[in-house]
C-alpha cells in the first residue's frame, strides 16, 4: 500500500446528501465504491496507481465514513450518478469492492449509458441469497454477537469477512486487521443510522439481469473469500456478455484490493478504458 497518498477530503452536494470524496489524476474517469464494512479508506493502495492515467474518485456512499445522512429516503446508485452529474462527469468506469460492488452492478443496470466500465470484486449482487453453508460458517466462526457493541461486532466480521473461513487470525497481517476493525466499527454506526431510513432498492434486482451489464465487465475475488462469493464471481462472469474473469488471488478475502492491491492495480490499468 502506497505510504505516499494523503487524500485530502472533498465534499459535495448530491441528491439532497453531502457525500465526501477523495480525488486524484487527469484522463478517463474511474470511481470507487467502498466494502458495506469499510469506507473510501480501503482505496489507498489503488488511488495513487490509477491516478497515473485516470480521473479517480473514491467516494464515501451515503451515511458512511465523511458522508451525511439526511433522513430523507434515497437509493445509493441514484446516489452514485447524482455524484457524477456533480462532477459534471458524462460516463466513467465503477470500481466496487463487497457492497460497493453490488452498488456499482445496480448502477450499472440502472444507468447503463452513464457506465463505461465495471470491474466488481467479492460483489453480492443484489437479489442474491446467502447459502445454508454461509449462515453455518458464521456459526461456527464467530456465533452470536451484540449487534450493539460495535467493538466486538467488529472483530467478529473482521473475522468472518477479512480473515476469511480458510484463514487463521494470526496467519494475517495484523496492522491490516486492526484498520480493518477500526473502519468497521465506523461502518457498523452508518449501518444503525441507515436502517431507520428508507433505502431504495433496485427492481428488479441485479441477479436476474446479470445479461444486461453489456459493458466491459471484470470479476475477481481472493481464494479465501467465501464460498458463495467465489461462486457467485463465475456466475457474474459466465452471464455478463463482455465479462472477464480474473484467477482468484491467493492469500487474500474479502477485502481483495485493499490487502493485495499490487495484482488489482495490474488488472485494472490493463481492463480500465
Not at 479517480?56 to 465523511?66: E, S
Not at 494475517?172 to 461502518?187: I, N, Q, T, Y
Not at 454506526?189 to 466491459?216: F, H, K, N, W
Request: contains cysteine.
Amino acid at each position: 500500500m502506497s505510504g505516499t497518498y494523503r487524500p485530502v477530503v472533498t465534499k459535495i452536494e448530491v441528491n439532497g446528501a453531502v457525500l465526501a470524496y477523495d480525488e486524484a489524476g487527469e484522463g478517463s474517469p474511474v470511481v470507487l465504491l467502498h466494502a458495506g464494512i469499510a469506507d473510501r479508506r480501503m482505496w489507498r493502495g489503488q488511488v495513487p496507481a490509477l491516478a497515473a492515467r485516470h480521473r479517480v474518485i473514491a467516494v464515501d456512499l451515503r451515511g458512511y465514513g465523511d458522508s451525511e445522512l439526511p433522513p430523507a429516503g434515497f437509493a445509493h446508485h441514484d446516489d452514485v450518478v447524482g455524484l457524477l452529474d456533480a462532477l459534471g462527469i458524462e460516463r466513467a468506469a465503477l470500481v466496487g469492492c463487497s457492497f460497493g460492488g453490488r452498488v456499482a452492478a445496480d448502477t450499472a443496470l440502472a444507468y447503463p449509458d452513464r457506465i463505461s466500465a465495471l470491474a466488481l470484486f467479492g460483489a453480492p449482487v443484489s437479489g442474491n441469497e446467502w447459502s445454508e453453508e454461509t449462515e453455518q460458517l458464521w456459526d461456527d466462526l464467530v456465533g452470536e454477537v451484540d449487534p450493539e457493541d460495535f467493538d466486538a461486532a467488529a472483530a467478529a466480521e473482521v473475522r468472518f469477512w477479512v480473515v476469511g473461513p480458510g484463514r487463521r487470525p494470526e496467519d494475517v497481517d495484523p496492522g491490516f486487521v486492526r484498520f480493518a476493525e477500526e473502519m468497521d466499527r465506523r461502518a457498523l454506526a452508518a449501518e444503525q443510522a441507515l436502517s431507520a431510513i428508507e433505502v431504495g432498492e433496485l427492481d428488479p434486482p441485479a441477479i436476474g439481469r446479470l445479461g444486461e451489464l453489456r459493458m466491459p465487465v471484470l470479476v475477481g475475488a481472493g481464494a479465501a473469500d467465501l464460498p458463495d462469493l467465489l461462486r457467485l464471481a463465475d456466475r457474474i462472469a459466465a452471464e455478463a456478455p463482455n465479462a472477464v474473469r480474473l484467477p482468484d488471488v491467493p492469500d487474500a478475502a474479502h477485502l481483495l484490493p485493499l490487502e493485495r492491491p499490487e495484482p488489482v492495480n495490474a488488472a485494472l490499468l490493463d481492463f480500465l478504458p
